[in-house]
Each structure stands twice: as structure tokens, then as C-alpha cells.
């Protein structure tokens, strides 16, 4: 069996790493480039940066940061934010990062995904979605979650995966910086419909929200932010309370 990710976020506006909730109310955490190489220390099994601004502000990723966070830390690293062409992919992929994330990108370009995945591998392509539930029904949102679209979320999983994506980010709006627990629902809904790996994110707030997580869903990477960045779990713990309870994990 496949181990289980710890993968702590990294949103970085204006070249800091900041935290908000449901996607508001941002507050300043650390610099990029210290957390990332604690993160590593700690014993994080990956890391994700976005750069939370860029789709929003039509801006470029600053990719002097991620040189810098990649040159420190010797784990895989996933960079999102503002990749919405395949030259965009390029710069992010020889700046250093192992995988590139595709947002609101790849549903303003669906065929940016099969691009990349062609030039690149699959394994180098992660979707992310912004999910939330409107009128019970669980819409993708785009430009850092501030746009709904017309897309319902397994639907659009299932069509990424066909053009080439390799892997999902499951972000939900609803739960997110909540510490109420993930959405595993809607976790289950996707991984049910696709046959690539899942990363479940929103919603973090204790060590036992991850050993729900593991035991009732299948999911193979677990993203959290605010319970690592203001020190309310430690890496290293985590891990070995979801190795207790016998969640395939490395210590």
C-alpha cells in the first residue's frame, strides 16, 4: 500500500506565507523560505506553494521565491498561481518545483492540461479545485475562490483526469481554516469517480480530524496549513499518532 502525504500549504501573497479563512480575514505567517525549510526538517513529505494573488491580480508568479524555497528544501514541491499557459509550466518546472498546479487556468484552458501531461508527464500535472456547495450542489470556483462556475466538482475531477491531469487537489471552500474537519463527503464523491491520487485539504484543526480522514476515506495526501504554520500540530507527531492507528505513513 501506498504511504499517506503530510503535505503542508504554503500561500504566499507579496513574497510572505499568509493563512485566512474561507479564504478571507488574511493574516501574515513566516517567510517562505524558513518555513519550507522547517516543514522539510520536521518531516513533511511535500510541500505546496501558491501564490494566492497571482490569477486574481493577472499577475506572474514570482519565481525568484520559489528559486528560493526549492533550493532549500530537497522534498517534492508543487507551485500554483497565475500557470495558465505552457510556457508558464516551463518557468515553474526548470525554477525548480516537481509538479505544477492548474487552477483557474486549466478551466479557463482545458487543453493546458493535456499540454503539459504531453511535454511533461502526468505525474507533473496536479488539478486543483476550489469546492463549494450552492444549493447542494458542490461548484468549482476559480480566481482564488471568488468566481463560481458552471463546473460541478466530480464532474469536472473526472474531465481533467482524461485530459491528463495526474493528480487532484480537493480544496473545500466550505471548510476552510475552519479546524472542523475535512469534507469527506465530498472526498469520497471524488475519489470514487477518478483513479489518480487525491490530496484532501480544508479543514484541519486536530490530530484526530486526520485519523478520520485516513480511516474513513482513502485519500493519499493530507494538506493542511494553519494547524503547522501557528504551531498547533508538530509534523513528526502527527505522524506517528497516524502510524498507531496503522495509517500507512513514513516516519
Given at each position: ?82 500557470i495558465n499557459t505552457i510556457d508558464r509550466i516551463a ?95 465530498l472526498l469520497k464523491r471524488i475519489e470514487d469517480a477518478?483513479?489518480?491520487?487525491i490530496i484532501a485539504s480544508g479543514g484541519a484543526g ?46
Amino acid at each position: 500500500m501506498l504511504k499517506r502525504r503530510i503535505i503542508p500549504c504554503l500561500d504566499v501573497r507579496d513574497g510572505r506565507v499568509v493563512k485566512g479563512t474561507q479564504f478571507s480575514d488574511i493574516q501574515d505567517v513566516d517567510d517562505p523560505v524558513m518555513l519550507a525549510s522547517t516543514y522539510a526538517l520536521e518531516g513533511a513529505d511535500e510541500l505546496v506553494f501558491y501564490d494566492i494573488t497571482a490569477s486574481h491580480e493577472n499577475r506572474s508568479l514570482i519565481l525568484d521565491v520559489v528559486r528560493n524555497v526549492s533550493a532549500n528544501v530537497h522534498i517534492p514541491f508543487t507551485v500554483g498561481g497565475g500557470i495558465n499557459t505552457i510556457d508558464r509550466i516551463a518557468d515553474v518546472l526548470l525554477s525548480g518545483a516537481d509538479k505544477v498546479s492548474l487552477n483557474s487556468g486549466a478551466i479557463k484552458n482545458p487543453v493546458l492540461i493535456t499540454q503539459g501531461a504531453k511535454r511533461f508527464g502526468n505525474q507533473c500535472i496536479v488539478l486543483s479545485m476550489d469546492v463549494k456547495k450552492v444549493s447542494g450542489t458542490y461548484k468549482v470556483f476559480i480566481n482564488g475562490g471568488r468566481i463560481e462556475t458552471d463546473l460541478e466538482a466530480v464532474s469536472w475531477a473526472k474531465k481533467a483526469v482524461s485530459l491528463g491531469a495526474g493528480e487532484i487537489v480537493v480544496n473545500s471552500m466550505d471548510q476552510d481554516g475552519m479546524k472542523q474537519g475535512f469534507n469527506l463527503e465530498l472526498l469520497k464523491r471524488i475519489e470514487d469517480a477518478v483513479d489518480v491520487p487525491i490530496i484532501a485539504s480544508g479543514g484541519a484543526g486536530s490530530v484526530e480530524d486526520f485519523i478520520e480522514l485516513a480511516t474513513r476515506t482513502n485519500v493519499d495526501g493530507y494538506l493542511a496549513a494553519s494547524v503547522f504554520h501557528f504551531k498547533e500540530i508538530n509534523i513528526k507527531d502527527l505522524k506517528r499518532s497516524l502510524k498507531e492507528k496503522g495509517v500507512p505513513i513514513r516516519l
